[in-house]
């Protein structure tokens, strides 16, 4: 092999290949020759853009957890429930472990990816690196596969339509406001981390 | 296909965290734990530590939780005159009959059919690669790629139970109470999710040695 810098190359996940790197323009998705992996897609979001995006995010997630998911009558009588309404119910309902997994899953972990993307984004649009850059990189690493607003979207569906057969059902305007986060969340997912880290690269030189 | 370099054989390592590339300081094969990412600070591996072991653990604890997950009840909804305890066969039949047919093939799939996959699934994956042989090795990378991203939708059933009881509360007309069912089957989604994230898929392809 001729000398070619690490930095020019690189390394798919699943199988271990290793390839060069090619300056990628609109649409274009580098997959591994080898296995299929998909090794970088490009995209076209500045970190101004990425902010609002963010920023947006959090608004709407603010709206999702204080308004009403659904609210369901019955002779007369109402009930609605919010995302915190349904983990401190399960919480009450000895069912503990599910409590904390939905608290995990949809608040605390989508609230720091939130945050957390959206510091390193505030110091990256001014060309500075974030205090704490590794570290909120690292922990963005490991909560990554674990933020499940869109299942909660899915279920809230799924609950509606099993309540319906014996209560009238009115969907609030919360249930509107995760299927926006969900939208949000699904652009956002598709980052490359590794640009983050290569715009460090680039300041610390 | 065995003409593509591999990053073990060229002393390349990538950062499990950063994905950066980095140099594999030759003389630590043995302790590799001593290789320090330089740009993240994470411990660099060729292979995931320990994959077998740690999958095969997860993917068996993850089964035990799945058996009483399906056996119990995950739900007990009481009204005036009946109380009625629904395991999530049961929850997926009633939606058949009541409410809407691909709703009910949706959560059949997320809770029945995407966990007994994952079990399949991990399971061909380990004992093949660890049988070190090259069969089917870009479908096996497939079914690991489909079994990462289908992971997390069997919590599904877990939020509609959640939604429900904390819906369904009025008084003695009707009630939606969780049952230990859905603790097991929340664990149940969390070890599939773990166990398939410590698997390392280079695995299935590490057969590539042997035939160069």
Redesign the interface.
Known sequence: ?TTIS??A???C??????HRRRPMTHGQVGKC?????TLEHYHSLNPNTMLALVLTAFVVFVQANLWP??T?G??G?H???TLW??????WQ???Q???I??AV??FFFPLLKMFSIGWLLWFARQRRCAPGF?PI??TL?YIG??T?SE??V??????I???????DVVADPGIYAYAVLTVLITIFARVD??EL?EM??KDST | MSTLPRAADMGLISCHVCRLVCRAVPDSEDTEVDNVCPRCGSALHRRKPGSYARTWALLLAAFMMYVPANLLPIMRTASLNDVDDNTILSGVMELWVNGSADLAVIVFVASIMVPMLKFLVLGTLLISSHRRTDWAQLQRAKLYRLVEFIGYWSMLDVFVVALLSALVRFNLLSRVEPLPGVIFFGLTVVLTMLASMSFDPRLIWDSRDSDD
Not at chain 1, 154 to 159: I, M
Not at chain 1, 161 to 167: E, G, I, M
Request: hydrophobic share 60%; glycine share 4%; net charge neutral.
């Open positions: 092999m690490p930095e190359l690189q390394i996940e699943e199988c271990d290949t290793v020759a080898c296995c299929g992996a998911i659904v369901l019955l002779n009588q009930s609605s429930t309404g349904a983990i401190i119910t399960m309902a000895n069912a472990v599910i409590s997994l939905a899953t949809l590794v990189m690292v690493h596969p674990w499940m299942v909660f899915l279920g809230a569906l799924v609950a339509v099993k309540a319906k057969v014996y209560f981390m590794r880290w460090r690269m």
